[in-house]
């Protein structure tokens, strides 16, 4: 009986572990040296949702479709930090024009290195 409880215990930390450390640390690779919390990638998929997708999820102008590693493979060696900073400030490049914020200034940086890790994330 004593080893039966043991074992349940034992399982019960197992099972529950990820769900805890999924909550609260850094635990999902972006990009080699770019981690967030899932928490933080459902946010930037529900920012991507709202303002980003109107050109990231066709490419329309210009901008790097989500999903196609191919329009990003030569951005992502940029960094996150050069990519989250230019989706905050806007970007001029070869393709077209990328608005500050994606054109929503109500959108907290956070929120769009949010949508951004999101983006990348999906585009590998
Ligand atoms: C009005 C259309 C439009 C919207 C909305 C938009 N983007 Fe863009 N984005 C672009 C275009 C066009 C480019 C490519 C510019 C180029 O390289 O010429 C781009 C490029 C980018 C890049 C790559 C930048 C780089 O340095 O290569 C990131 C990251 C990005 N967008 C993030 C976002 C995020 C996050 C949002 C939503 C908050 C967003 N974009 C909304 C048009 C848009």
């Avoid at 039966?4 to 769900?19: N, T, W």
């Avoid at 329309?60 to 900073?85: H, N, Y």
Wanted: with cysteine; hydrophobic share 35%; net charge neutral.
């Amino acid at each position: 009986m004593k080893r039966y409880f043991s074992f349940l215990i034992v399982s019960g930390i197992l099972v529950l572990f990820p769900y805890f450390q999924a909550a609260s640390e850094d635990n999902v690779q972006v990009t080699a040296d770019y981690k967030v919390t899932g928490e933080k990638l459902n946010t930037g998929e529900k920012i991507y949702n709202q303002s980003c997708k109107a050109c990231h999820g066709t490419g329309v102008a210009g901008a790097p479709k989500i999903g196609d590693s191919s329009a990003w493979q030569e951005r992502i060696p940029k960094g996150m930090t050069t990519l989250i900073e230019n989706s905050v400030q806007g970007f001029k490049g070869d393709q077209g024009y990328m608005p500050p914020k994606g054109g929503n200034s109500k959108l907290t940086e956070e929120e769009v290195a949010a949508a951004a890790a999101y983006m990348v994330f999906h585009s590998k």
